[in-house]
């Protein structure tokens, strides 16, 4: 450790002239029924220790038996990512750690299933994907007591639920330049993951979890900087910062004519800094050797067709279909904020509700920002509104029966507890008012107010507020405002 | 002679366990009656041989009891049918402790049974015990049993052989007819001949390891112990085949072995290879050579040959299975189940109860084998090791050219005293220099008695074939056990139960 490693924040690299270098190591928990190597359950939250068996608590005699369904969605994450999907074999990494049943962890090693793809970012740039490999995951461990830290623990508890759980690690070239770009990747590969219905993607419950390798270096230099690997980044949020600050950290230490130390870094969320664990001297030798008690995985071509066959459109594809949506709407390009919009639909996995919208004929540009602005927010539910029932909104909106600040509201309650959008209008009392009942009042504002109506007439603009808001009063809020609009508009003509 | 005339046989070909269950099935004699022979043999023998870690005494009869219901229903219980077995204690036995002999496993009580323990019960097997072994099968005379030595039912002085010692002498002294055991780099084999019995190591993948405590996975499989080529081929047949929970398990059909004991090796070609007789001691190498004779008077075709690349296979295999011990054993941590030496952290608690937990031998293995798996050692030991298995696998595939079956030692020696060889590594490894060359092919081969030295200590030939070759390597084993020397039975034995099971010895 340096004297100068504790300062924080540092300002950012780029600010002292050198381009930070990014390479990300994703890991990612498979939808599967079971467990990687024995039938025990995959699943999140159960009670410590019930979903075990001798396999995955590692007795003695167990042997491990491969899960096929892990090996299709792995390739089917190799496929989407445009890697070359190949036969494989298993490989054991073995070190000493309480969480690992057998104190070694089964990976693919040097023969990993999936290697040589690539990952499009939405904004067109292309990142590398080195590989993207099975492996099994380990236990979870709990210090007890103490102060808390790992050294100060009176004892450790381990929940070997996780243990076996199947992982794809997806390794990406060091192809990003700034956290941003870290950030977009991930989004995109979650999307990806989504899409393929291979993982969940849920960083909060650490069903994806992500690794940076980070280093420094002026930009135009060919060679790549010392790097240090961050772990424990549990948020696109922690992604983004973890980054910012070790490479303004490393950017400091060049700049103090300091050197960069090869080193296993953990990302402190509280104190917003990276802390040092280890460095590559004091790095594990896994001595790596195939797993005898597996044989090698070579699936069939008509197997890995079927899956191939099985994918849906990527994310990028869909991305291009809203902007065709769009660009039909009339425009010639999607603005940059719809290009945001089609980035977060997509991403959310909410750009089937768009497509139906734009198919029953509600302008695509309106089916957009509100799916990105409003549904986006709560993604989970909007994937399980009834297509049927946002359309029906969307369509209320496009002919006025809803205000948009109503749609709004009547899109939250369908979010929160489903129902068909009229009735929820009319529970609000957002019933559309009728045009002539908006005429009338209209005019029955005009006549209580002879003189300002006169003003108006005479050209002081201003009034139309003053208007307007009196027929708001009288209809309850029921009258869209721009329709009043045009109704003074209409009188004065 | 010739072995058309069955007058002629000094040893006609027996099969004492078949027999007993063939009784037992007829419900001639009851199975309560065969267990508790045999327990009570164990009671009176035991105590100076020490073959067993754990006898099982309440719940051999119990088992033996549902058989005899089960006869009496008019049910078959199998080709077993009350035949007692003993166990090698690295096989997982559900409820009942299985240590293999080790500190570290001692109290370990699994909570499933293997699949060889499960087809034992459904062939009607009844185990009445689990034997002892090396610590983890690591060893060459039971020497390394952290709970003492098993001594040789021949010469209480002398060794009982490697790791399956206790199961080798087990059936030699008449404690069970059969018994499995498990052979890495000749631990059936060596045993079986020091012993004076018959024994194989199967081709790898024809028997589930699923529930054999691991030494080193590549290497490791469950085979036979029986007094007679028949028997054990019984008893293969039983245990093997494949299994859904062992994916190493060969997806092929089982080679069926108990119909082709009396096949005969007529027309056999049968390769006597030179590097798995040379350095043996000279009453060895006159047992394989008046073998080889015995098999051309039975009409095979017998022909010298050389496999000069089997002469590498023990520094491979001292290689290769001690990097898979390795990390095989490095989940006994503490953590989980086994010994647990306390410490202040997770990590100190670790080397307390590794250290506290193996025996010497066991800690030379790992510390071999960890070294062999290293960072910048591993292309040059491990990497080099398994291109050495490569070519021994290749040179065996060319002698089968030529061969149907190959012919050699088994060991170098007859049984040697407890305590010769404890203190000198090498010396003992020497002793699986024939036995390891067909755990690093893959290939089946048997051990079969063959006369004795001078101080009457039994000598085994070896019998190896290709791989799924094991109806090969009982017929030419067969034809051996029909010429072989007349053997005394060993010192420490049950003689009625030797002799009541219809052999002669």
Known sequence: MTPSEDTAPYPGSEARGFEPVIGLEVHCELLTQTKLFCGCRNAFGDVPNTNV??????????????????????????????????????????????????????????????????????????????????????GKTTHVGGGGRIHEADHLLVDYNPAGVPLVEIVSGPDLRSAAQARAYVAELRSILVATGTSDGRMEEGSMRVDANVSVRRPGASELGTRCEIKNLNSLRSLVRAIEYEAGRQGALLDAGERVVQQTRHWDEEAGRTVALRSKEEAF????????????????PGWQKDVAASLPPMPAERRG????????????????????????????????????????????????????????????????????????????????????????????????????????????????????????????????????????????????????????????????????????????? | ???????????????????????????????????????????????????????????ALAAADEIDRRVAAGEDPGPLAGVPVAVKDNMCTRGVATTCSSRILEHWRPPYDATVIERLAAAGAIVVGKTNLDEFAMGSSTENSAFGPTRNPYDPSRVP????????????????????????????RQPAALCGVVGMKPTYGTVSRYGLVAFASSLDQIGPFARSVADAAVLFDVIGGRDPMDSTCLDRPLPRTTSAVGDGVEGCRIGVVRELVEGADPAVASAVAEAAQALARAGAVVEECSVPEVRHGLPAYYLL??????????????????????????????????????????????????????????????????????????????????????????????????????????????????????????DPAMSV??????????????VLAPALGEAMVVRVAAALEAAAPRLDAPGIADLPLLGATGEQR
């Open chain 2, 1 to 59: 002679m010739s072995p058309a005339d069955p007058s002629d046989s000094h040893q006609p070909t027996t099969a004492p366990a078949a027999a007993l269950a063939a009784l037992v099935r007829a419900g001639e004699t009851s199975a309560r009656d065969a267990v508790a022979r045999h327990l009570d043999a164990i009671a009176r023998l035991d105590g100076e041989l020490h073959a067993f870690v754990t006898v099982l005494p309440e719940q």
């Open chain 1, 53 to 138: 068996c001798p396999t995955c608590l590692g007795l003695p005699g167990s042997l491990p038996v491969l899960n096929a369904r892990a090996v299709e969605l792995a390739m089917r994450i190799g496929m989407a990512l445009h890697c070359d999907v190949r036969p494989s074999i298993f490989h054991r990494k073995n070190y000493f750690y309480p969480d690992m049943p057998k104190d070694y962890q089964i990976s693919q090693y040097d023969e990993p299933i999936n290697v040589d793809g690539h990952l499009e970012l939405p904004d067109g740039d292309r990142v590398r994907i080195v590989r993207a490999h099975l492996e099994e995951d380990t």
């Open chain 1, 285 to 300: 030798d896994y001595r790596y050797f195939p797993e005898p008690d597996l044989v090698p995985i070579a699936p069939d």
């Open chain 1, 321 to 493: 279909q809203l902007r065709g949506l769009v660009r039909g709407d009339g425009a010639p390009v999607a603005s940059t904020a719809q290009e945001d919009q089609i980035a977060t639909v997509v991403e959310h996995a909410l750009d089937g509700l768009v497509v139906a919208a734009a198919e029953a004929g509600i302008p695509p540009a309106l089916a957009l920002a509100r799916t990105a602005n409003e549904a986006s927010a709560a993604a989970q539910a909007a994937r399980s509104l009834d297509e049927a029932a946002y359309v029906a909104l969307l369509r209320m909106e496009h002919d006025g029966e809803l205000t948009a600040t109503q749609a709004k509201v009547v899109l939250g309650d369908m979010l929160e507890h489903g129902g068909d959008p009229a009735e929820i209008a009319r529970r609000h009392g957002f019933e559309a008012l009728a045009a002539d009942s908006l005429a009338s009042a209209v005019a029955e504002v005009l006549a209580d107010h002879p003189d300002e109506w006169e003003r108006y007439q005479a050209g002081e603009d201003r009034l139309a507020g003053f208007f307007t808001g009196l027929v708001m009063k009288k209809t309850s809020g029921r009258a869209d405002g721009k329709a009043v609009a045009a109704e003074l508009r209409r009188l004065r003509a």
């Open chain 2, 449 to 462: 008695p063959f006369g004795a030295d001078a101080a009457g200590l039994p000598i085994g030939v070896q």
């Open chain 2, 161 to 188: 052989g490697g790791s399956s010692g206790g199961s080798a002498a087990a059936v030699a002294a008449g404690l069970a007819p059969l018994a499995l055991g498990s052979d890495t780099g000749g631990s059936i």
């Open chain 2, 321 to 442: 299975a001690p990097a898979e011990a390795s990390s095989n054993l490095a989940r006994y941590d503490g953590v989980r189940y086994g010994l647990r030496v306390d410490a202040p952290d997770a990590e100190s608690m670790n080397a307390a109860t590794r250290a506290s937990g193996f025996g010497p031998e066991v800690k030379r293995r790992i510390m071999l084998g960890t070294y062999a798996l290293s960072a910048g050692y591993y292309d040059a030991y491990y990497g080099q090791a398994q291109k050495v298995r490569t070519l021994i696998i290749q040179a065996f595939a060319r002698a089968y050219e030529q061969a149907d079956a190959l012919l050699g030692a088994t060991t170098p020696t007859t049984a040697f005293a407890i305590g010769d060889k404890v203190q000198d590594p090498w010396a003992m490894y020497l002793s699986d220099v024939f036995s390891v060359p067909s755990n690093l092919a893959g």
